[in-house]
């Protein structure tokens, strides 16, 4: 039996964070291609990716941006693009898959139903903010709910999985995602292999600790059975320890500044620094990370000549 592979996605910007927390978070184009390229060269084999509006680094969800650093990036390394479908809970679905549905990437992001996305938290640690939608953004999250109804969720399989052949990384914010994932399968509108991310430590969504992480292991074993692969993603300080875990749990995972703004004690000056940093435990614990080709046989993915950028 062939050794396991451990796939490392990198979240390279999101729309989580914003300028003023971290000097290193990339926000225009050259800055997401730069270091979305070292992240691949550091070993990340999926990369995840946002746009952000080049004068001010809000998160946007314009085509024309997306396409000032999806060629580059595809032309510099051989990593899998996953590109957004949730960009913020402040865009309408449209506007989330205007992007995806122009550029027909190999994989996008799907979360799994509408929820509380609450960021204002940030809000309690004092700063100086350089632009004023900063925190007017944070703040908006008190009082919006990020929308994805299952009607939402059937276009978005519709239009970019049977339309575009992208497969997708179901985002799973909680134990209840993950049934309505099942749903789908059950209804045929999503076969495998899964590749499930279980997102831990966003308010609103489940909570970051070891044992909420064991609970989705188990309810998508019972789900899924071994028709899938799992990832995780948490939130901040706790990053690197459950990534850890779930990867001695027998899963991948992902790192980057969307997620985490720091390395170690230190802020991240770069998305590789992260990848790096879990390449060294994986190397620890004896595990063998995923090239671009093998993600793409271990996730049955249409392959980077069958884009559209």
Request: glycine share 8%.
């Amino acid at each position: 039996m062939a050794p396991r592979k451990v796939i490392i996605t990198c979240a390279i910007t999101g729309s989580v964070h914003t300028p003023s927390m971290s000097p290193y978070l990339p926000l225009t184009p050259d800055q997401i291609a730069t270091d979305a390229i070292a992240a691949a060269e550091a070993g990340a084999s999926i990369l995840h990716l946002h746009a952000r509006d080049p004068k001010d680094g809000r998160p946007t969800a314009d085509p024309e941006v997306f396409m000032q650093f999806l060629p580059r990036i595809k032309q510099a390394t051989d990593a899998v693009i996953n590109i957004t479908t949730g960009g913020s809970s402040l865009m309408t679905l449209d506007q989330r898959l205007a992007a995806p549905l122009r550029a027909e990437p190999e994989m996008c992001s799907l979360n799994m139903g509408s929820m509380n996305f609450a960021l204002f938290p940030m809000l309690d640690k004092p700063r100086a903010w350089q632009h004023e939608w900063e925190p007017k953004l944070l703040e908006a999250t008190r009082d919006t709910i990020f929308k994805n109804t299952f009607a939402d969720m059937e276009g978005v399989l519709e239009k970019l999985g049977k339309g575009c052949g992208t497969r997708f990384e179901f985002e799973c914010y909680d134990v209840g995602h993950l049934y309505s994932l099942a749903h789908f399968c059950d209804r045929g509108l999503v076969s495998g292999p899964l590749f499930i991310q279980f997102v831990l430590g966003i308010l609103g969504g489940i909570g970051a600790d070891p044992d909420n992480l064991v609970h989705m292991k188990r309810i998508a074993d019972k789900l899924f059975g071994d028709s899938y692969q799992f990832s995780v993603l948490a939130a901040g300080r706790n990053q690197m320890p459950l990534i850890s875990i779930a990867a001695a749990m027998g899963g991948n995972v992902r790192v980057g500044l969307e997620d985490s703004l720091y390395d170690g004690r230190q802020l991240a000056k770069s998305n590789a620094d992260q990848v790096r940093r879990i390449r060294g435990i994986l190397d620890g614990l004896s595990l063998d990370v995923a090239t671009p080709a093998e993600a793409r046989e271990m996730l049955a993915l249409k392959g980077g000549d069958r884009v559209a950028f």
